[in-house]
């Protein structure tokens, strides 16, 4: 695991923290400082709402030796309620009960670790929204 | 009695509860051959991929929705727990970042058993009230493990809840007085690199529990001259239902003040989260001028033992963040098998 990477994208991975372009207003995530609606330059930090729906997903039984600890789960595409779509996990939710068009929102959860004594990296999934499940 | 110059609120509160549920008949049925009783219905279950500082992070998040400040404005982040992912790395820091309050601000992890998180909040107290800080985000979760087959199996669960502590004017209730009580009575304890802890057993309720809740209660109500009859809730450390009942009788308060806030039977023992979580249910549905009275127990020993008053501000925060009720209500039970592999109870060679 790439420690220093991963603590230099702690706002993102933490807050849902983009961008937004001052030029066109479109949001962004990830951030990428160049505004893929205009292509202008876009610097200024926005931290999203966190909340969407389900785009597009798919279960996952197989995954990489570092997620076995977390199978099965889904994988998401969400298309967040200011625009961008994200690329995440989901939590909170059987495999079988994911449907397109889903209410979610974000959680921080934990991502992966290291073994026993790495580091554990901490992140966002998204889980179906709160007050549509109790 | 404990009580600042300057007079500190709850400016914002929230809980967090995960959405597993072991009931306890599962642990009769696997241990026990499926006879004998059950001191709580069920308890809940983190998943794979929550622990301490996840469920801080949310519980932290609904306490900054209620309390409508800017998460720069804290100076303070503060995790009590006794299930600190990390034995050296701060939970403080994660959460802070997470909420948007990091880098100007102390952060620290607390420990003292069950009472970690009140101990937080009594140190925010401080801080808010000494003028050197104007909001304090103070925090209690746990992720409790219990020995499998043992006693404390049945109700070792996780749950957290989180207070931002701020100037009393902005308060959705006033923090009137608070007092502690502590003793060196070893009831149980875990040593450092142990999984599960131990504990003395029948020592636990009578010199440990009840001792250390009714000196603290007693002492500040004779301090503060107000006495059972005064507040309409009370909420105590509950390790399983039948202590909390039991204290709450030793202090003359009723099954109507006491119901509110007694959670265990549905979500176990949520350690550094129990009586604070039980408190976040009360506010949920407390009104103006309501008093309550809140003690929580940490093994070791000690209590702290709190006296509020809810405010006019409290009904307009009550729905901007998910109610306690909301966390209980979300259930998924599962089994023995699947609870053993969620909480790291099978080893792969
Ligand atoms: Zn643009």
Redesign the pocket.
């Given at each position: 695991m790439h420690i220093a990477q991963n603590w230099r994208l702690k706002a993102q991975r933490y807050r849902l923290v983009g961008e937004v372009?001052e030029?066109?207003g479109?949001k962004i995530f990830p951030p990428r400082d160049i505004?893929p609606?205009?292509s202008?330059s876009?610097k200024e930090s926005f931290e999203f709402s966190g909340r969407g729906e389900v785009y597009s997903f798919s279960a996952l039984s197989e995954t990489a030796e570092k997620f076995q600890r977390f199978r099965p789960y889904t994988m998401a595409l969400v298309k967040l309620e200011e625009g961008p779509l994200v690329t995440a996990q989901l939590t909170d939710v059987e495999p079988d009960k994911v449907k397109i068009g889903m209410p979610v929102e974000m959680v921080t959860r934990r991502l992966m670790e290291e073994g026993n004594e790495g580091i554990i990296l901490y992140g966002y999934k998204f889980r179906p929204m709160l007050d549509k499940v109790a | 009695m404990l009580k600042s110059q300057r007079s500190v609120g709850i400016v914002g509160y929230g809980a967090y509860i995960p959405r597993y549920r072991l009931p306890a008949r599962e642990i009769v049925r696997v241990w026990e051959g499926g006879v004998g009783g059950v001191p709580i219905q069920e308890k809940s279950v983190p998943g794979l991929d929550e622990d301490t500082i996840t469920i801080s992070i949310e519980a932290a998040r609904n306490a900054m929705l209620r309390a409508q400040i800017d998460p720069q404005q804290i100076r303070a982040v503060w995790v009590g727990s006794e299930s600190h992912p990390y034995a050296v790395k701060p939970s403080s820091t994660i959460v802070a970042e997470a909420i948007g309050a990091a880098p100007f601000i102390q952060g620290g992890d607390w420990e003292f058993a069950c009472k970690a998180g009140t101990e937080a909040i009594q140190a925010g107290l401080g801080f808010v009230g000494s003028g050197m800080a104007d909001y304090v985000m103070a925090i209690g979760a746990d992720t409790a493990q219990g020995r499998p087959g043992d006693a404390l199996e049945y109700t070792a669960a996780a749950g957290g809840a989180a207070f931002v502590l701020g100037p009393a004017e902005e308060g959705v209730a006033v923090v009137e007085a608070s007092l502690s009580y502590v003793t060196d009575t070893p009831d149980f304890w875990r040593r450092q690199g142990a999984s599960y802890p131990s504990h003395g057993q029948r020592f636990t309720g009578e010199p440990a529990y009840f001792h250390h809740i009714t000196s603290a209660a007693k002492k500040l109500m004779a301090e503060m001259g107000t006495s059972a009859a005064d507040y309409r809730f009370a909420v105590f450390h509950q390790p399983n239902v039948k202590f909390p009942q039991r204290v709450a009788a030793m202090l003359g308060f009723t099954k109507e003040q006491y119901e509110t806030g007694l959670l265990s039977g549905t979500i176990g023992n949520t350690y550094s989260g129990s009586s604070i979580i039980g408190l976040t249910a009360i506010l949920d549905v407390a009104k103006p001028g309501d008093r309550i009275f809140s003690v929580s127990f940490g093994s070791g020993a000690g209590s702290d033992a709190f006296s509020l008053q809810v405010t006019e501000r409290l009904p307009e925060r009550q729905k901007l963040a998910p109610s306690t009720q909301t966390y209980i209500r979300r259930r998924k039970e599962i089994d023995y098998a699947l609870y053993s592999r969620y909480r790291g109870k099978l080893l792969l060679a």
């Open positions: 372009c030029h066109c479109a505004c609606n205009c202008h876009a | -």
